[in-house]
């Protein structure tokens, strides 16, 4: 194949004229001057009084840009030869713009005066332009610039006063400097870009960018607006094009009061743009005062670059935390600010790791790096311990009702123990340490050191609502009921609105009066029954706060150890309020059965007879919820009549109407029950005979075939998933995901070097070398998609597909396609943010 | 965003401080004019009201500030716009600054 070369890319000489004068237009607008003066030689060579203007300017330009580059002798070599062929004026023009370029403004001011004396009747509005962002830049005291030898001296005495009046926010003022300012003035567009900021400083951006767009396209007041520009719209910058947004950006870091920062942003830009993220942190890392824990623009650039990880896609967020890891390892780093801002990057990035081995070290760093002279130290440190003490706390899959198999309750119980001690040692007073352990040792069943921990709690904080509440609750579970009232009643005085005290506490009460009546100290349960009256709700169906279960209770008790009339019209005012009579009898039978143990209760009969009315999906509900309830009172009691009651009122669910909702809300409850389990079974049969496509009740289905996480069908789970995705339904998504991570996570586990040895020694297994299996899968993890379906069709010449799926496991998904050290070091990122980088 | 930077205070600041530096910032934007900018002041201050919201932050919150460096120059200058102009000497030099590039 032969070399392709662009029409533009052809020697000058080889152009026609007309080509060669397009070309040098071209290449003075994109600040190409070289190649432009070189072209316009050409062209003078044809017709100088044509092309001479063009070449003069592409040489001022060049010499402009060297200067600009600092190299100053290539400058001055372009300006001796342009003093041969431009005219005086052009000259001095230069001579000024040479010195705003080496920012030598006294040297800029003597060339402007030099040049008004020289050339006072140039036209070229350029040159003119230049002279006065010298005068201008140069700043002179207004006594100095009065006195200036300049026709138009008290024009620039009014636009320095006007610029000091407005850094000093008097717009008026300004205003009035700059009105006698004629349009003719060479200082035009100063006054334009004074006008400008003072409508961008007072919050009128339209007017501001307004007045900007009148501004000329060269000059210091150009590029002044356009830095200011940048705040008001985010497109500008894709407008100005190259280095006008650079120029840009640099001008809006100034306005931001972080002129240093600007070159490196914009390189980091540049590589985080293409992807580059490692690259862009090293470009902003070299930048003075970064990283900055303040509040300011070097501290919001930290603040990206150490919590960007957690919106990259998978593989960009693997690399970025691989190579911070790299620089925690080398130990190199700027400053302890990066280090503690690192392993905090790295620490919050473990969290997602079921696996991690790292977590603790990682946080045990960055406290080795905070400053140890900050009073608030040891509370970090005590925050961080606890952090990692509960994610030591957690079970290593997803607490996920379907899967039965036991599983541990917790990763690590002493390690968790021992970081929330050390953490309490730190901070005596954070009362959340205090509170996981406590959870942390009812776990581990370590009840005498959670009774000790929970009497010091007590002690220590008495006006905790979670620690009160805490204690509540430990009392009510030993049966000290009036202690645990009494703490329950400070935490409630704490916070009346809290819904959760005041259902603990009024179930409090309800035990002590229950413990009265069934001690025939019936007095004393009625009295208790008046003051939990005052906590009680009337606004929805509540089996422990609601009035009317609270009466029905009563009613229960008196007819059963008191007074049976007094019983008998409890109930009755029970019935008036109540908002579900189904409920309410489910309820005083249920604890007539409890204390009369007969099968047949007073309730039982019209209760049968209510079965009529139980006819929409939300009547099955209270039905179920008041059975789950009354179940709970005493699961050893047989409760079969009742469950058999309920599954008539369920039976109709799997053939009359009931939305998605309804049903999903019922799939995970019936599961507990073996005598109603057959009826979700006939839920999920129904919904999908009404919509097979449906991905909740798919994936509900699916489930209930999985008697363990590692037998879960992952190809039509991971089919599922991506249905939801596709049909917008985030819930069912949500599951089918943690269904997947929490099998992906068991079939994989954290290889230790011994066992991977002892895999090694073993045959080939599916008739494979293991060599050879282990090189497919390495093969397939890096392959795309479409790489992996054809290695796939091009394997089954070979080996059957079947065994082929099997060797290669849960990696048929992308997903699952990782390495097995990749999926063991990070685990899979979980995050609830938008994939701010995903292409 | 950074919620010490909307509410214009130092990660150092205590809750008295950011306190007013939060009715203050209400104030200048109330809901009825600036109901966006209202929010995430009010969002800003949840997160940071109390010592213990404002280590958490510190040491746990993982929201990214943007989606590149430039949006995040952007975002901050839109979270805390300059409430005054650069002083006269910072002019200066911005504006010479824009000769020099």
């Known amino acids: 194949m032969g070399k392709k070369h662009h029409k533009t890319s052809r020697r000058p000489g080889d152009l026609s004229p007309e080509q060669l004068e397009r070309q040098a237009l071209d290449d003075m607008a994109a600040a190409r001057f070289r190649k432009a003066r070189d072209a316009y030689k050409i062209l003078c060579k044809q017709d100088r009084e044509k092309y001479l203007p063009g070449l003069i300017e592409a040489n001022r330009g060049l010499a402009e840009q060297l200067m600009g580059s600092g190299l100053v002798s290539e400058a001055e070599q372009v300006l001796t030869y342009l003093k041969t062929i431009a005219p005086p004026s052009s000259i001095l023009a230069t001579d000024v713009s040479v010195a705003l370029k080496k920012q030598d403004w006294q040297k800029a001011l003597d060339a402007a005066l030099h040049f008004a004396k020289t050339a006072p009747t140039a036209h070229d509005e350029r040159d003119r332009a230049t002279v006065a962002d010298a005068l201008v830049l140069a700043f002179p005291n207004i006594q100095e610039a009065g006195s200036l030898p300049l026709s138009e001296a008290s024009d620039l005495v009014a636009v320095v006063g006007a610029l000091r009046c407005v850094s000093e926010e008097r717009w008026e003022q300004a205003q009035e400097l700059l009105r006698p300012l004629p349009r003719s003035s060479p200082f035009a ?10 409508a961008f400083y007072t919050g009128n951006p339209e007017k501001s960018e307004a007045l900007f767009a009148q501004l000329p396209p060269h000059g210091v007041p150009m590029q002044a607006a356009n830095a200011l520009r940048m705040f008001l719209g985010q497109d500008h910058l894709a407008k100005f094009g190259e280095p006008a947004g650079e120029r840009a950006v640099r001008g809006a870091a100034s306005l931001l009061n972080a002129p240093k920062l600007a070159p490196f942003l914009l390189r980091a830009e540049q590589a985080w743009r293409s992807g580059r993220h490692t690259d862009s942190y090293k470009e902003m890392r070299q930048a003075p005062g970064f990283p900055s824990d303040q509040p300011d623009l070097a501290g919001a650039l930290s603040d990206f670059y150490f919590k960007a990880a957690f919106a990259m896609h998978e593989a960009a967020h693997e690399k970025y935390l691989e190579w911070f890891e790299r620089l925690a390892d080398s130990g190199q780093f700027k400053n302890d600010l990066e280090a503690c801002l690192i392993f905090r990057l790295l620490g919050c990035a473990e969290f997602n790791n079921p696996f991690s081995e790292q977590i603790e070290h990682f946080w045990r760093m960055f406290l080795e790096y905070c400053p140890t002279d900050d009073p608030l130290t040891r509370k970090i440190a005590s925050l961080a311990l606890q952090r990692v003490a509960t994610y030591y706390a ?75 509440l805490h204690a509540g609750r430990e009392s009510l579970n030993r049966k000290a009921y009036v202690k645990g009232i009494e703490y329950l009643e400070r935490a409630h005085a704490l916070d009346a609105l809290d819904p959760e005290v005041s259902e603990t506490l009024v179930s409090a009460y309800t035990r002590l009066i229950r413990q009265y009546y069934e001690k025939k100290n019936v007095n004393k349960g009625r009295h208790t029954f008046d003051m939990v009256r005052r906590h009680a709700i009337h606004d929805k169906i509540n089996f422990t706060r609601g009035l009317d279960f609270l009466q029905a209770l009563q009613g229960v008790l008196e007819t059963t150890f008191g007074d049976k009339g007094m019983g008998g019209r409890l109930m009755t005012a029970a019935r008036e309020c109540t908002r579900s009579l189904v409920a309410l009898l489910f ?6 059965r409890l204390y009369q143990r007969k099968q047949a209760s007073l309730f039982w009969a019209e209760l049968l007879q209510q079965r009529a009315q139980v006819v929409t999906a939300g009547d099955r509900r209270e039905v179920f919820d008041s059975f789950e309830y009354v179940h709970s009172l005493d699961e050893t009691l047989d409760w079969s009549a009742e469950t058999a009651f309920v599954r008539e009122c369920l039976a109709p669910l799997g053939s009359t109407a009931f939305t998605r909702e309804e049903g999903s809300y019922f799939m995970p409850a019936l599961g507990k029950y073996p005598a109603l389990s057959s009826l979700a079974q006939a839920i999920i049969s129904e919904a999908l005979r009404r919509d097979p496509d449906d991905p909740r009740f798919r994936l509900f289905s699916v489930l209930r075939k999985t008697r363990s996480p590692l037998e879960l069908d992952f190809a039509a789970v991971d089919k599922i998933y991506h249905d939801a995705i596709r049909q917008g339904d985030t819930n069912t998504a949500k599951v089918a995901k943690a269904a997947m991570q929490t099998a992906e996570s068991l079939a994989y586990p954290p290889i230790d070097d011994e066992e991977e040895e002892e895999e090694e020694d073993e045959d080939a297994p599916f008739g494979i070398p293991l060599d050879e299996l282990r090189q497919m899968r390495q093969m397939a993890a890096q392959m795309s998609d479409a790489e992996f379906e054809a290695f796939r069709k091009e394997s089954a010449k070979e080996i059957p597909l079947p065994i082929f799926d099997l060797v290669m496991g849960r990696i048929m998904g992308k997903s699952s396609r990782r390495s097995q050290s990749a999926q063991s070091r990070r685990g899979t990122r979980k995050t609830d943010q938008l994939d701010l980088f995903n292409e | 965003m950074n919620p010490f930077l909307i509410l214009h205070v130092l990660p150092s600041a205590g809750d008295v401080e950011i306190r007013s530096a939060y009715l203050r910032a209400i104030r200048q934007f109330p809901p009825e004019t600036e109901p966006e900018r209202f929010q995430a002041i009010s969002h800003a201050y949840e997160q940071i009201r109390d010592e213990k919201s404002r280590l958490n932050y510190l040491l746990f919150d993982r929201g990214s500030p943007g989606a590149t460096p430039f949006e995040v120059l952007l975002k901050f200058y839109a979270a805390s716009p300059p409430q ?14 824009c000769a020099t590039t």
Do not use: C
């Open chain 1, 189 to 198: 567009a100063w006054k334009i870009l004074v006008k400008g900021m003072i």
């Open chain 1, 394 to 468: 957690q079970p290593e899959e997803a607490d996920w009702y379907f899967f039965r198999d036991p599983v541990d309750p917790m990763r690590d119980a002493e390690g968790a123990i021992s970081l929330l001690e050390e953490s309490i040692a730190s901070d005596p007073l954070n009362v959340g340490a205090y509170l996981k352990l406590l959870d942390v040792y009812e776990s581990a069943e370590k009840e005498k050191d959670r009774n000790r921990l929970l009497n010091r709690m007590t002690q220590l904080f008495p006006k905790d609502k979670a620690v009160l």
């Open chain 1, 587 to 592: 309820f005083a039978h249920g604890y007539s």
């Open chain 2, 84 to 97: 005054k102009p650069l002083d006269f000497e910072a002019m200066k030099a911005f504006l010479r600054s």
